[in-house]
């Protein structure tokens, strides 16, 4: 049971993780996990029963925190966002330059003291007032660390030592600082999910009194859908009437339009860009290819890098230390050695402002979901922080054969019969393949021509090796040369690919079969060695004949043949083994019998992503493309981004400590430490921005 909550004008990563804590502590609260780029916080419940309680109360602590905050349920997102955010901007943008003015005319303007202290104080509570409030409220729930009180304590420290247009100023420029910072992570925030905006808001129901505007999430397995010339197909389904041109980059990231015409599968997301088509819907919109994408790149942000944990953590340190040298700084000098205590509360003042760690906790992780948003635009979709910090690590590449280096489309090229008529054996193979989804097994159907209904078959894979069926009386088997021996027949020799079958216990002869390599199988492998990856190998559940000649074709360093998909498990774990650590070993297959693979490889790559959901669980990173080229990529992305979040670490890390020892020795004024602050804070968000363009 979930329940998720949207966040929306939650701009400070701090307050969002002091949300996420305490909900998590909501009695019947199993689990909070929080999205701040989607702003969204998903709960795990105990109990379906309480979830309207719990709600309550955790939107409450959502007012609580950060009172601005608007909530809304799943579902209600879309409206209005941008008119939020923007009026809130205007106000607040008005309300600076109000506050600014006062400070001019406090500057300027030939004025007797009292009446220029007058103007600051003015100036400071128009732009500092909220700053207050909030500090004041995290006083009495004993958060003295918040970023709001250590800007009062440090502007009402400015106005006690008598430093009063400083202590404006400050607050000025602080507060435009956040500004703009919002500013920044909201644009960002929005040029990402555009990137991946693919939701289809309606669909134009076909119903016996005309077509009707619905929601997809109304539209039931089996309905006729229209999608009109331009518009967005909103389910999976199949065409029944018509023809297009289909704009599938969004789904794929391929440029080139696709045709589809009737009878072909459709998947949602794409665009028919000339042609209205009548489509019969062949999964519900929670299970449809455009849900499963969202919810996969929805969730990517709660699986956390190790440089995102880092700066948790060293965000919960740093203040305080901070905190602690600001009170030693400013009175220990004078008490010890009697110099002037206000000179040395103005240091310490600095201190103050540099201690909010803000410029690292936005800036990391707004990075890493660059990142991952501008790989999805490319139709790589990568699961996580985690993952994408893998792939920057990746030296050492290994591939499944069929269907991932090679087409996976077989062609029947010879059928030799023992015994029966060649048609008889297509036949017999076609009918013990009815279930198997392996390529082999629908090369053969497609050959034996349609109608395998499966009816009164019974029949099992045995992964890597083929299959078992009986039917009509008959127990037959086909698969490799393997499984003949394993049941006692001994087939002739025969080269290539080759599908033997056996009729209860007889051999009967053997269907030949080839595969293609695909087309940019070479390309990604030289790609592969330019991004870094040391080593390539090829794991495959075919003869070593083969595989030797595929190999060569891709110019694969490696390979290893006639494994069994538990055999390729254990050839992941050696290669592994052997990787100096730190490095990292990546599998990219199609999901056929290796999922477990998947699953095992420090980063498993499943192609052609939405065939199987075996394959997108198992998976680290799913390519929307049949593309083994997109790898390289994924990689090239995913160095950047982590070259990003390192210049981002040093540069604001070292920024602060320069300012901390400036204040210390009084040569930073505190307008210096408020740019050590947002400033920092705004630069390292603009450089985060360039993840997305990688
Ligand atoms: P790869 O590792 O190259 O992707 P698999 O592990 O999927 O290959 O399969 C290995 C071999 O097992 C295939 O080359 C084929 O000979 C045989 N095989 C597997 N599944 C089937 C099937 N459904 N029908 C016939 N042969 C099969
Ligand atoms: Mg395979």
Redesign the pocket.
């Known amino acids: 049971m979930e329940a998720v909550l949207i966040l929306n004008g939650l701009n400070c990563p701090d307050c969002a993780e002091k949300i996420r804590r305490r909900a998590q502590n909501v009695e019947g609260v199993k689990g909070a996990e929080m999205n701040f780029m989607s702003k969204e916080l998903r709960l795990t419940l105990e109990a379906e029963s309480s979830k309207e309680n719990i709600i309550e109360e955790v939107k409450k602590i959502i007012s609580d925190v950060e009172p601005d905050v608007k909530i809304l349920l799943d579902g209600e997102r879309e409206e209005s966002e941008d008119e939020f955010d923007n009026a809130s901007f205007k106000t607040e943008i008005i309300k600076l330059s109000l506050a600014f003015g006062l400070f001019l005319a406090g500057e300027l303007l030939p004025l007797p003291f009292w009446w220029k202290v007058s103007f600051f104080v003015a100036a400071y509570f128009l732009s500092g007032w909220e700053v207050l409030v909030r500090a004041a409220k995290n006083i009495l729930k004993g958060e003295v660390f918040d970023e709001n009180f250590l800007m009062g304590l440090a502007t009402v420290g400015a106005f006690a030592i008598k430093e009063f247009p400083e202590a404006a100023a400050v607050m000025i420029f602080y507060q435009a600082g956040e500004l703009f910072q919002d500013y920044a992570v909201n644009r960002s925030r929005k040029s990402i999910s555009k990137l991946m905006d693919i939701r289809p808001e309606s669909a134009n129901l076909k119903t016996s009194d005309g077509i009707k505007s619905v929601s997809p999430d109304k539209v039931a397995i089996g309905d006729i859908i229209i999608v009109k010339p331009g518009e967005k197909i909103p389910l999976d389904g199949v065409i029944e009437n018509g023809t297009a041109l289909l704009d599938t980059s969004a789904m794929t990231g391929e440029s080139v339009p696709r045709a589809a015409k009737k009878g072909d599968e459709v998947i949602s997301g794409c665009i028919s860009l000339d042609g209205a088509l009548e489509i019969k819907v062949s999964k519900p919109f929670g299970e449809s290819a455009v849900s499963k994408i969202l919810e996969m790149v929805q969730r990517a942000g709660e699986k956390k890098s190790r440089p995102e944990k880092f700066i948790t953590r060293f965000a919960r340190i740093y203040t305080p230390i901070v905190v602690v040298a600001a009170v030693l700084l400013a009175f220990i000098p004078p008490l010890a050695f009697g110099l002037e205590l206000r000179d040395w509360v103005y240091r310490a003042l600095s201190f103050l402002v540099v201690s909010c760690p803000c410029a690292l906790v936005i800036s990391i992780p707004l990075s890493f979901f660059g990142g991952i948003g501008g790989a999805s635009a490319k139709g790589i979709l990568v699961k996580g922080g985690i993952s994408l910090e893998a792939l920057s690590k990746c030296k050492a590449v290994a591939f499944?054969?069929?269907?991932?280096l090679t087409k996976?489309v077989f062609e029947v090229d010879g059928i030799y019969p023992e015994n029966i008529s060649k048609e008889e054996l297509l036949r017999f193979a076609a009918m013990a393949e009815s279930f198997s989804n392996?390529?082999i097994a629908l090369s053969i159907k497609k050959a034996a021509g349609d109608g395998f209904s499966g009816e009164g078959i019974l029949a099992r894979e045995i992964a890597g090796k083929g299959v078992e069926a009986s039917f009509d009386g008959y127990k037959v088997l086909a698969g490799n040369a393997a499984l003949m021996l394993e049941n006692g027949i001994t087939p002739p020799p025969a080269t290539g690919t080759s599908v033997h079958v056996a009729l209860n216990g007889k051999y009967a002869g053997y269907i030949s079969l080839s595969d293609s390599i695909r087309n940019d199988a070479k390309d990604a492998v030289k790609k592969l060695k330019s991004a870094g990856v040391e080593k390539v190998f090829m794991l495959?559940?075919d003869g070593a004949e083969n595989a030797e000649k595929i190999a060569g074709l891709a110019g694969i360093d490696k390979f290893y043949a006639n494994l069994l998909p538990h055999e390729k498990v254990e050839k992941v774990e050696e290669i592994m083994s052997n990787l100096t650590p730190g490095e990292k070993l990546a599998f990219a297959?199609?999901?056929?019998?290796?999922a477990p693979v998947l699953a095992r490889a420090d980063i498993g790559i499943a192609m052609g992503g939405l065939g199987s959901d075996a394959a997108i669980e198992a998976a680290d990173v799913v390519l929307m493309t049949d593309e083994p080229s997109k790898i390289a990529d994924g990689i090239r992305i995913s160095k950047k981004t982590i070259r990003i979040v390192k210049q981002n670490i040093v540069f604001a890390i070292s920024i602060k400590i320069l300012v901390l020892i400036l204040a210390a020795f009084g040569l930073a004024p505190m307008w210096l430490a408020v740019f050590a602050d947002v400033g920092v804070a705004f630069l390292a968000i603009l450089n985060a921005l360039r993840a997305i363009r990688a």
């Open positions: 499944d054969k069929t269907g991932t996976g392996h390529p495959t559940g297959g199609d999901g056929i019998n290796d």
